[in-house]
């Protein structure tokens, strides 16, 4: 018995390093997994965008809270349509195809909802259920709880929901201000791009990230600032309203 034992003790302990290798090992390959698992693969934007953004794109799952810029609207949907995402714009009456496809957007996976009705964020649920990128403005403020409803949808789906307006739980907000135009001499000459200035905060990145571009650029997309644009015109008051 004691001989038995002895053996039993002998062979665990030759055993033992063979375990604990193994225990390294699969300590390894969770902690490789759990890497993979955490990066998130963001849908492409326009690379003079793309420092505006933690991942260099959009994150899937997520709302994007938007001023009133349809540019930069369109300037977010064109790299996702182009990489052969669809993409559609609700409540926007007043866009046109021809506009967003100056921009890049790829007009064969491009769908306009222009009147939705008071329905707008049950439309707006509804189609991202089958498109990736959906952009609306509401018309009006949307309960939390209905939000909180679709951002469910939007992690479930990894969509995109590019919001017009202020949207609670919002990944980042986005503004665009300073406008400068490009194109005119000594006081004449065709407008050839504007450029504005960029800015992007988020609930993990409190501090801002700006970016100057030319926004629409000489061919519509995007395009690096050159530096040159002059600022946006503004009326000037005649000297007699400056004097009283």
Known sequence: ??????????????????????????????????????????MPVHQTLAPLFPEGGLRPGSVYSLDTSTSLL??????????????AAIGMPELAAEAAEDYGVDLERFALVPDPGERWLAVASAVA???????????????????????AKLRDRGGVLLVQ??????????????????GLGQGHGLLAAREVTISATGRRFPVPRTVRVQLPGP???PAAAVGTARPAWRPVARLSAVAG
């Open 165 to 182: 307006g202020v949207w609670p739980q919002a990944e980042a907000t986005l503004t665009v201000r300073d406008p400068a135009w490009t």
């Open 219 to 221: 061919l519509g997309a």
């Open 1 to 42: 018995m004691a001989l038995h034992e002895t053996a039993s003790r002998a062979g665990a302990a030759q055993e033992a390093p063979q375990v604990q290798a193994d225990v390294q090992r699969l300590r390894a390959q969770i902690t490789r997994m759990q890497r993979r698992s955490a990066q998130v693969e963001a």
């Open 74 to 87: 369109l300037a977010l949907m064109s790299a996702p349509s182009r990489a052969g995402s669809w993409c």
């Open 129 to 151: 259920e089958v498109f990736p990128v959906v952009a609306v403005r509401p018309p009006r403020a949307a309960r939390e709880s209905d939000t909180a409803r679709v951002g």
